[in-house]
């Protein structure tokens, strides 16, 4: 007999987002964590979103996830990112209240229907075959349909500074060796990554006056279309901007030989985007500086993150490389920068629903997975979770394209081309970004997360009434005419435009990029609401480049069409190269998009492999 329905192993944002999105869609849900207060902590950075990474929050909370309406509700400063960039990298980043933020979360998980919250710790899967039917605690055994794996940095996890390595999680909390061991015996294949954070400092020692001030944007913005206040601009927290020097790097070269990295004790591979400030010099030894960005940690605390100088150089050395630092020559060390290397399961092993191919019922999700952020975490627990519900409907599997979302993205560059470091979502992983917008999020999910039964009904009426705006206003300009003798022609003049020679729509003048609706009420008989004005200049202004991307989005979509027969035999298909044959035969490609799509597997494989389907057929 089953105990549950679906068991989430893990707390963190993949573990919440799983758990959360399976308790609302009636399923009869545990979350296993080592303890309630480890649920939404934040061990790393504290804040949420970036580029490509907000655009993911704001796809999670299209879909009914949790993330946005959290990170608004306990965000300290909000800043939109690139505005001086075109829409297709704009992105929100909020600054979070890291105790804040854990307890909002924990206080939603704990007063969910259908979710138990157990403490405990995972020693291992109960399989029947090639089937999960459970998890193996401490001490008892646990029965479920479904089990997703969220268990972030903790397995067989090691916390390194210089030579000295102590077994543990973030933080030395506990880890587990017993897991890593009962999914090496089902037959996963596993690896080894490294990650790292820098020194936390006592912010009340720190010299603001010689760094640079970083204030958020003075306007509403936030992740969650649900979300209608944030904290008034004037009591956000600023962050602030220093750089390292000659003598920074000077003192880190002398020491490179006690960091863990180059020591030879850490074993994985690190994040190539994220890397350490010691690994940064040696990669970018042409760079005279880096910038070092200050950011508070909470209301609560009486600390700063240095975010860009992650480290595993012995303490006495961090101390020494940080009185190098512009205002922070007298900082007092919170905390110990300090590098954590844990095992990852090959993504390859995969589905793109996120299901394992070897396990059957078995779905993993986070850092698990070989990516690296809180971000792309709660992305692929989401998914994770919605792919449990429907499995346990009995409905298809919910895979979303690469041009529908920087989630598809992400999960289809993790099962098709795997990956030998932390992954990291980049705004230039996705050849259709101008398609993948923070301000479109909601266009391109919420219609697909109302018809799976995801979200509620007022949400998706307000999404509706949202849409009905953005046309009818596009038709009022369309239909707005200005002679040549209109009054618009004082802020042509005013912007640098010659006087109207013709009749022109507004609509027409939106289109050039010096006007937008905002500057355009004035001369408008209807006034266009800020967010809405927003939009529609993005949508009229971008109209032709949107409507070619989406032709080359709609080619890859025909080939993402395209199934490949799970019972498919490559050793057996005449004039595959070998690579091809080798890298098909293994990662099992669902659809021919997905074939082309493998690295190794060139054109002309995917030539003949149409070919064959064609002659099977």
């Known amino acids: 007999m089953n105990n549950y329905d679906v068991i989430v192993v893990g707390g963190g944002h993949a573990g919440i987002e799983a758990s959360l999105i399976c308790a609302r869609n009636n399923l009869k849900t545990a979350l296993i964590s080592l303890s309630i207060e480890n649920i939404g902590k934040m061990p790393c950075n504290p ?174 913005v936030c992740f969650s279309n ?36 180059y020591s030879g004790v850490v074993k994985g591979v690190g994040p190539r985007y994220c890397p350490s400030i010691e690994d940064k010099l040696v990669r970018f030894s042409d760079k005279p500086r880096h910038q070092l960005f200050l950011e508070p940690e909470s209301l609560d605390l009486d600390t700063t993150y240095i975010q860009g100088f992650s480290s595993s150089l012995p303490r006495d050395v961090q101390e020494k490389m940080l009185k190098t630092l512009p205002g ?6 919170s905390k110990y920068a300090y590098a954590i290397e844990y095992d990852a399961i090959d993504p390859l092993q995969m589905k793109p629903s996120l299901e394992n191919k070897l396990i059957e019922n078995l779905f993993t999700a986070g850092q698990i997975n070989g990516t690296s952020g809180y971000e792309e975490a709660a992305g692929q627990g989401l998914m994770a979770g919605i792919n449990a519900i429907m499995k346990l409907r009995g409905e298809k599997e919910f895979i979303l394209n690469r041009d529908e979302a920087y989630i598809g993205v992400m999960i289809d560059d993790l099962v098709t081309k795997g990956t030998k470091e932390p992954y990291r979502l980049l705004t230039s992983r996705a050849e259709f970004r101008l398609l993948l917008r923070h301000d479109n999020a909601d266009q391109r999910l919420t219609q697909k997360a109302y018809d799976l039964k995801l979200i509620k009904e007022d949400v998706y009426l307000e999404y509706i009434k949202k849409m009905e705006k953005i046309n009818n ?75 070619k991307a989406r032709k080359e ?29 080798q890298k098909l035969s293994k990662i099992r490609p669902v659809t021919i998009g997905q074939a082309s799509r493998i690295s190794g597997v060139n054109p002309a494989d995917i030539a003949i492999l149409a070919m064959y389907l064609k002659s099977r057929k």
Do not use: W
């Open 328 to 333: 922070l020559e007298n900082a007092v060390i």
């Open 47 to 220: 804040s949420i979103g970036g580029p490509a990474k907000g655009i993911v929050v704001r796809e999670i909370d299209a879909l009914g996830g949790q993330m946005g309406i959290s990170a608004d509700k306990t965000a300290i400063q909000f800043k939109i990112l690139n505005t001086n960039k075109g829409p297709g990298v704009r992105a929100l980043r909020v600054q979070s209240d890291k105790l804040a933020y854990a307890k909002y979360m924990q206080e939603t998980v704990l007063n969910q229907d259908n979710l138990t919250v157990i403490e405990d710790m995972v020693l291992g899967l109960k399989l029947e075959g090639k089937k999960v039917v459970g998890v193996k605690l401490k001490e008892k055994d646990l029965f479920s349909k479904i089990v997703i794996l969220t268990t972030g940095t903790y397995m067989a996890a090691v916390n390194m500074i210089s030579s000295e390595v102590v077994s543990g999680g973030p933080d030395l909390e506990p880890t587990t060796n017993e897991l890593s061991k009962s999914l090496r015996e089902a037959g996963l294949s596993l690896f080894r990554l490294k990650t790292g954070t820098p020194p936390r400092v006592l912010t009340s020692t720190i010299d603001f006056s010689k760094t640079e001030y970083q204030p958020g944007s003075d306007e509403f």
């Open 473 to 547: 206003y596009k038709e009022k300009l369309k239909n707005s005419m200005f002679s040549v003798n209109s009054t618009v022609n004082k802020l042509l003049e005013e912007l640098g435009y010659e006087k109207l020679g013709d009749g022109v729509s507004g609509y027409d003048l939106i289109k050039r990029p010096l006007i937008t609706c905002e500057k355009l009420n004035a001369y408008l008989d209807f006034t266009i609401e800020p967010e809405i004005g927003k939009q529609i200049d993005i949508e009229v202004k971008y109209d032709g480049y949107i409507v």
């Open 226 to 261: 649900t979300t209608k206040e944030i904290l008034p601009f004037d009591k956000q927290v600023p962050c602030y901007l220093t750089y390292t020097n000659d003598e920074t790097h000077r003192t880190i070269m002398d020491n490179l030989n006690k960091s863990s990295m």
């Open 553 to 581: 989005a709609n080619k890859l979509l025909e080939m993402d069409k395209v199934r490949l027969p799970e019972d498919i035999d490559y050793e057996l298909i005449d004039n595959l190269s070998l690579e091809g044959r």
